[in-house]
């Protein structure tokens, strides 16, 4: 089995629409991919009903959470969409990303930049706007050369000249909320140095005691020195180890399936939750 589980669709910052990404990974040749949106499950349902046979889809969200200054993100798998004091929660931060958003545009053209909001919200079209969007603006400019190298100090990185804060969970909020709704919680890419300040050793173990599944290992921003030290770490902790591309369509360089989860892990992914249960195709709208 190919098991790919953190994608990006049109509903947060990804390139492609739901149905062109759950038929992307099939024609991928994957067995299982997770749909994990930022902030909210708005694109769920049309990858169901686009679902091509032979390919299960897990329904997720990746979740942003800050602790001490450092923001991190949390994989949150087959919870109840319906739950509401997760949901309510969901809608805090997408509802803080417009102005979140507005704020790095501004501190942009404070540094000399010719962006514009209009550009920005073009390019985001319905999706939840974010720094990936802003990021593609820095690129069609000329600014930056990739999406990634918008992600740095000099620019849209944690701390960075124009980043700008926005409402995210307590990531121990965040492990309740999941847990509560009958989801499996994972902790995302937390070796991406290059994002910016990463979690300790220590407040992974602080989230696993709380509740944490696992980690995101095999990640395209970890390297083989990060991976085998996170393996250790989840070893040391009980803690469950995925494998996952975090594709984005054409804004990122990653390809569906790059990075996959072993059989087994999603197994015990899938027998953990309760909240909602993996939805295997039955042969979808197969339209282009």
């Given at each position: ?242 494998g996952s591309s975090d594709y984005h369509g054409s804004r990122k360089t990653c390809r569906l399936g790059e990075y996959t989860t072993d059989p087994e892990i ?23």
């Amino acid at each position: 089995m190919r098991i790919d589980l953190h994608t990006h669709s049109t509903a947060s910052d990804g390139t492609d629409t739901p149905a062109e990404l759950v038929r992307g990974g099939a024609a991928a040749g994957l067995d299982v991919v997770a749909l994990t949106d930022h902030d909210t499950v708005r694109g769920h349902a049309e990858a169901v009903a686009a679902l091509p046979a032979g390919l299960t889809l897990v329904t997720g969200a990746e979740l942003s959470c800050r602790l001490d200054g450092v923001g991190l993100h949390l994989l949150a798998y087959l919870f109840d969409p319906e739950e509401p004091e997760l949901s309510r929660e969901r809608e805090l931060v997408r509802d803080d990303r417009v102005p979140r958003a507005r704020a790095m545009v501004g501190k942009l053209q404070g540094l000399g930049v010719d962006i514009t909001w209009e550009q920005v919200a073009r390019i985001a079209g319905a999706g939840s706007v974010g720094r990936p969007h802003i990021a593609t603006a820095l690129v069609e400019l000329g600014v930056v050369p990739t999406v990634s190298d918008a992600f740095t100090a000099d620019w849209l990185a944690d701390g960075g000249r124009a980043h700008a804060q926005k409402h995210e969970l307590d990531p121990f909020d965040a492990v309740r909320l999941v847990k509560a709704a009958g989801g499996v919680a994972v902790l995302a890419h937390p070796a991406a140095v290059k994002r910016g300040r990463c979690v300790s050793g220590e407040t992974v173990a602080a989230l696993a005691a709380a509740g944490l599944d696992g980690i995101e290992v095999d990640h395209m921003d970890h390297d083989t020195a990060a991976r085998a030290r996170l393996r250790a770490l989840a070893g040391e902790l009980d803690l469950l180890t995925t494998g996952s591309s975090d594709y984005h369509g054409s804004r990122k360089t990653c390809r569906l399936g790059e990075y996959t989860t072993d059989p087994e892990i999603y197994g015990e992914i899938t027998r953990r939750a309760t909240g909602a249960f993996p939805v295997p195709g039955a042969g979808g709208d197969t339209r282009a």
